[in-house]
C-alpha cells in the first residue's frame, strides 16, 4: 500500500461514514446488509463485515437482536464548565455550574474509607496502602447521569476532623477547598490532566453509553504548599459532552 491509500474496508465505511452525517442515512434508518453492501462496493464479504465493525466501533450504528443494523441517533454535546474555584463560593464546581446555569443537577455519593492503590498514593504523595477517604459520586442533569466522580483524601490529612467525610458534617457539600480552610489547610493550587480512554463496563451502565464508547476522564489534584490533599477523576462521555475551560489571566 502506497501512502495515501486506505484499505477498502475503511473506504467503504467512510463512504457509508459520509451518508450518515449527511443525513443520507438518518437515525433509525437500517444500514445496507452486508449483502447489499458487497454488491454496491464490488468487494468481499470480509471487506464488507470489517467495514460495519467500523462504524459500529465509532458508535455510529448499533445492531438489534434479529433485526439488523441500524443508525444510531448522535447527541448534540453539551458543555461541561470547567472554570476553577471562584472566591467567596462555599460549593463545589458541579454546583457552581448547574446554579449558574440554572439547571436542576442532582448527584449521589458514597463514602468509604480504604487502603491507598499504587497510582493513587503516587498522586497524592503518600505511600500504597495508606488509609484513604474515598467518595464516589453520580451527577445527572434533569436525571440524566453526565457526570461520574471519584475522590481520595489522604486521613492524615482529614481524619478525626470535622471534614473527614465530604458530603455530611458541618460543610458537607462544600468544595474541597472551603472544607481544608476550615482545618487550617490553605488550598493554592490545584492541576488537571485530561485524557481519553474507552468507557469501562460499570462507567458505561451508570453513563448509559455504548460498550467500548470514549470518555473523558479529568484527574484533578489539589495542593497546599505543594501537599497533595485531594486527587479525584472525573469521567465524562465523549460523545454527549465537551469540556470548556475558563481561566483567568494574571
Known amino acids: ?11 467503504v465505511a467512510g463512504d457509508l461514514r459520509r451518508k450518515i452525517v449527511d443525513g443520507s442515512l438518518p437515525p433509525h434508518a437500517r444500514l445496507p446488509s452486508q449483502a447489499r453492501i458487497r454488491e454496491e462496493y464490488g468487494v468481499s464479504d470480509t471487506v464488507a463485515l470489517e467495514a460495519r465493525k467500523v462504524l459500529m466501533a ?27 474555584y471562584r472566591t467567596g463560593s462555599t460549593s463545589t464546581p458541579f454546583r457552581q455550574e448547574q446554579a449558574e446555569s440554572g439547571a436542576r443537577g442532582t448527584w449521589e455519593s458514597n463514602s468509604e474509607q480504604t487502603a ?6 503516587k498522586r497524592l504523595g503518600i505511600e500504597p496502602g495508606e488509609r484513604v477517604m474515598r467518595t464516589r459520586y453520580v451527577f445527572r442533569d434533569a436525571g440524566e447521569a453526565m457526570m461520574l466522580s471519584t475522590s ?7 481524619g478525626r476532623t470535622p471534614v473527614m ?23 493554592d493550587n490545584v492541576v488537571e490532566e485530561v485524557g481519553a480512554r474507552p468507557g469501562l463496563a460499570e462507567e458505561i451502565l451508570l453513563l448509559g453509553g455504548v460498550p467500548g464508547h470514549v470518555v473523558l476522564v479529568i484527574g484533578r489534584t489539589y495542593y497546599a504548599s505543594g501537599r ?23
Open 1 to 11: 500500500m502506497t501512502f495515501g491509500e486506505q484499505p477498502a474496508y475503511l473506504r
Open 58 to 84: 465509532e458508535g455510529l450504528v448499533e445492531g438489534r437482536s434479529g433485526s439488523g443494523t441500524y443508525v444510531r441517533e448522535q447527541p448534540v454535546p453539551r458543555r461541561v464548565a470547567r472554570s476553577g
Open 116 to 121: 491507598a492503590p499504587s497510582e493513587i498514593a
Open 152 to 158: 481520595w483524601e489522604p486521613l492524615a490529612v482529614t
Open 165 to 187: 467525610l465530604p458530603e455530611e458534617g458541618p460543610l458537607g457539600g462544600s468544595g474541597v477547598v472551603d472544607r481544608m480552610a476550615a482545618i487550617d489547610v490553605v488550598v
Open 228 to 250: 497533595a490533599v485531594e486527587t479525584a477523576d472525573v469521567v465524562v462521555p465523549a460523545d454527549r459532552y465537551r469540556l470548556a475551560y475558563h481561566l483567568p489571566v494574571r
